[in-house]
């Protein structure tokens, strides 16, 4: 996957990083600072660490299969980026404002996207970008061209959230919106919805939709602590389940054993229900393993193992094994502020995982280690 002197060299400058990070911290150490001294001492290394060259932190990321390879496709405060995680190659790449070709944007030829959420997809041969934001509608571009696809307008609410649906299948996109809290499923050359998902969650905070294996699902979280999730086929509600802790802020939907089952990070733990019971309890005590809130998860299944993979406001990336509910090794210590994103891919037939937030870097781990 990486050449040896490559996997070497990040290792190493990983480790300085971090040890330059902590020490400075231990000037005055608290118990916290010692023990994530004593975690980034006991760390496993990310295999490939890269910074943006906009230097602006990444406030999220999606991960696309194109016919040149992987590419991580970036938001930062600086507009879009792309990583070419093979080559190290970043470019930047910008896009047409969103609500260009609404009457009112007129007197603002200069305006320029305010984009806080991303997904893609690969449609006809090209990467189909769909973004939006806290302050934006969202839209659809053409990532090669930077053209607009579906277009937003100033009268459109703003994004909640936004997912690709990742498996197999069509592809398609969901998205969550403010103040009208419409969930809505969209082919990534429509103008008009495909349809529209019953919310009985209100605000959504974690959005997430696969489809295989015969099933087509999304699954949502929301500001209240309820997680609900659809049958994408049908447009109806499935299953619906409450925490009573606090706002949910990352879903993800896998399977475990031969059983769809749904992840949720609420505050500082991490729920996992079975979507064939009929009991609303998780199928393990809620856990913990960071110090601080979990803002994002993704899932994956290999050999036979499901893991999740979570990030924090706390800097740190755990790994779970979903049947046993325990983390697995020590949290990888690779960022020096919070991880906003982390996803689950598979690069050069290995499976990894990418994280990335407000250090403005992107680490990508090694599950198979």
């Not at 934006?136 to 930077?146: C, K, M, N, R």
């Not at 998902?197 to 602590?225: C, E, K, M, W, Y």
């Not at 803002?295 to 036979?304: A, G, K």
């Not at 406001?313 to 046993?324: H, M, Q, S």
Request: proline share 4%.
């Amino acid at each position: 996957m990486f050449s040896a002197t490559q996997l070497d060299a990040f290792s190493s400058s990983s480790r300085v990083r971090r040890l330059s990070f902590t020490l400075n911290r231990l000037k005055c150490p608290s118990s916290d600072d010692l023990r994530r001294y004593l975690r980034a001492m006991l760390s496993q290394s990310a295999i490939l660490s890269s910074e943006v060259p906009s230097s602006q932190w990444i406030t999220d990321f999606t991960f696309v299969e194109t016919a040149a390879g992987p590419l991580v496709v970036c938001l930062t405060h600086g507009g879009v980026w792309t990583w070419d995680p093979l080559r190290d190659v970043w470019q930047e790449r910008p896009l047409t404002f969103a609500c260009a070709g609404d009457p009112l944007n007129a007197p603002y030829p200069d305006a320029e996207n305010d984009l806080g959420s991303v997904a893609a997809v690969v449609s006809d041969g090209r990467v189909v970008l769909a973004a939006g934001g806290d302050e934006q509608g969202f839209a659809f571009w053409d990532l090669e061209s930077g053209k607009l696809i579906r277009e937003a307008t100033y009268a459109d609410p703003y994004l909640a959230a936004m997912t690709e649906v990742r498996g197999e299948g069509s592809p398609l996109f969901v998205t969550a919106t403010q103040y009208a809290e419409q969930i809505l499923v969209w082919r990534p050359s429509a103008k008009d919805a495909l349809l529209e998902l019953p919310n009985d969650l209100g605000l959504i905070a974690g959005l997430t939709a696969v489809q295989g294996h015969g099933l087509s699902r999304a699954a949502a979280g929301g500001r209240d602590g309820d997680v609900s999730v659809w049958d994408l086929k049908l447009g109806e509600r499935i299953a619906s389940f409450g925490t009573e802790e606090g706002c949910v802020e990352a879903v993800s939907l896998t399977r475990l054993a031969s059983n769809p089952i749904v992840v949720a990070a609420v505050e500082h733990e991490i729920y996992v229900w079975d979507l064939t019971r009929d009991s609303d309890d998780p199928i393990h005590d809620p856990w913990e393993g960071h110090d601080e809130t979990v803002l994002t998860l993704d899932t994956v299944t290999f050999d036979d193992r499901t893991l999740a993979v979570t990030g924090g406001e706390d800097g740190a990336v755990c790994i779970w094994d979903l049947r046993t509910g325990t983390q697995i090794g020590n949290p990888l210590i690779g960022h020096d502020r919070s991880v906003e994103t982390v996803r689950t891919a598979v690069i050069n037939g290995r499976h990894v995982a990418l994280s990335a937030g407000r250090d403005e870097k992107i680490n990508v781990w090694d599950l198979q280690a």
